[in-house]
């Protein structure tokens, strides 16, 4: 294995036909083709899955490029300390269920980077969020534990090598717009909850009650709304009356006046936290960015 062979693959995957590939490398497509698959046969794995339309990822190519993506990223920034190169166009990638801190945390984090990156932040479901993770495809998760999930999502990192780190501990809440019936209350109970829209986040394939971004969510209710993103579901927040149960943690500045946050009167948590690869070591900018997380949780 080499550190060619490994851009080789990088490149491939984000152009996704060998001859487009071959054309940004320089090199020719056989020459390309040969390498990738004397790569192959080193590790007994298929990378790419041809097709007629080009190549795809398999599961273990998608597991071996996160990998391949770390060792590029820590052998260019030792090329940067130590050989005095060019600044490269770093990259980080941080998935997480739908809290406006993670947002907040990941804007401070561009704040300390250069002019030249390619980040992304992807608000997602929640066997997503350990897959992206376990694929190395983003090097932190942030999601929620407590007495429901726990189990189910414990085994979930365990058989991919993940390890959960606890930032807070949160006490259940609703959001709903100011101007719900429910806005002037101090404390909401479940009863209180009763007549409104309960909306929710979609999860998709595993959309099993233990892979759930909201607690309590094996609770009856008369209606129910689905959602995939934040916006959506505020917007559904205001103009139904309807609620949400989360952590409690909005940032006004990032979500605007319009929604608030009430407590909500059970006894059970949330205990948020994030997971990373057991077997990887953290870039510079997941050290950076779980240190800006871990100030929000202080705060």
């Not at 979500?255 to 948020?272: F, S, T």
């Amino acid at each position: 294995m080499t550190l060619t062979q490994l851009k080789y693959i990088v490149e491939v995957a984000r152009s996704q036909t060998i001859s487009k590939a071959a054309e940004k490398l320089y090199i020719s497509q056989p020459s390309l083709t040969s390498a990738i698959r004397e790569l192959e046969n080193e590790f007994q794995i298929t990378i790419f899955q041809r097709t007629n339309k080009g190549v795809i990822l398999t599961k273990e190519g998608e597991e071996f490029l996160g990998y391949a993506r770390q060792v590029l990223m820590q052998t260019h920034l030792m090329e940067e300390r130590y050989a005095g190169a060019m600044p490269v166009r770093h990259s980080f990638c941080v998935s997480t269920q739908h809290y406006s801190f993670a947002v907040e945390a990941f804007v401070e984090l561009l704040k300390t980077v250069g002019d030249t990156y390619d980040f992304s932040i992807r608000e997602t479901q929640t066997y997503e969020i350990i897959e992206d993770v376990a694929r190395l495809k983003s090097e932190v998760g942030i999601l929620y534990l407590n007495a429901y999930n726990e189990a189910v999502l414990k085994k979930a990192f365990k058989e991919h090598h993940l390890q959960f780190e606890r930032l807070f501990i949160a006490r259940p809440h609703v959001f709903v717009g100011i101007h719900s019936p429910l806005a002037q209350k101090k404390l909401v109970t479940l009863q209180d909850l009763e007549a409104y829209p309960r909306l929710s986040y979609e999860q998709g394939e595993h959309n099993a009650f233990y892979f759930s971004e909201e607690i309590l969510s094996t609770l009856e209710s008369k209606k129910d709304i689905r959602v995939c993103d934040r916006a959506t579901l505020f917007n559904l927040l205001i103009g139904l009356n309807g609620y949400t149960i989360c952590s409690g943690v909005i940032n006004e500045q990032l979500n605007g006046k319009d929604i608030i946050a009430i407590p909500l009167d059970v006894e059970d948590y949330m205990e948020i936290g994030f997971i990373h690869h057991s077997q990887v070591v953290y870039s510079r900018f997941a050290k950076q960015y779980i240190e800006i997380l871990k100030q929000f949780a202080i705060d």
